[in-house]
């Protein structure tokens, strides 16, 4: 059975930093693109963040480029977001997925974490 969970999401003042960390198990990891998105209230989920099952490439939405960061390591099958210079309209629950390809589509996607509740005070 395949699990993702999502840790390290908080309250946190606008300009500051958090990393978000999602443990995968019940996949092949090494085989997975994995993605991060993002749920606002009263908003669709939307694309964050992805990278390639090897790690050589990721995409980043317009709204963080520059201030987020996806990583991760396979042999502990972990993938990460760093989040610097946060802003209130970060605030959002934050979710990890993984999939066969290497896409920002939400509805590529074949397995979801339940998310972490990210908020950006101002």
């Known amino acids: 059975q395949v699990q993702l969970v999502e840790s390290g999401g908080g309250l946190v003042q606008a300009g500051g930093s958090l990393r978000l960390s999602c443990a995968a198990s019940g996949l092949t990891f090494s085989r997975y693109a994995m993605g991060w998105f993002r749920q606002a209230p009263g908003k669709e989920r939307a694309f964050v963040a992805a990278?390639?099952?090897?790690?050589?490439?990721?995409y980043y939405a317009n709204s963080v480029k520059g201030r987020f960061t996806i990583s991760r390591d396979n042999a502990q099958n972990m993938v990460y977001l760093q989040m610097n210079s946060l802003k209130p309209e970060d605030t959002a629950i934050y979710y990890c997925?993984?999939?066969?390809?290497?896409?920002?589509?939400?509805?590529?996607?074949?397995?979801w974490g339940q998310g972490t509740q990210v908020t950006v005070s101002s």
């Open positions: 990278i390639r099952s090897d790690g050589g490439n990721s």
């Open positions: 997925a993984a999939d066969r390809t290497f896409t920002t589509l939400n509805y590529s996607y074949d397995f």
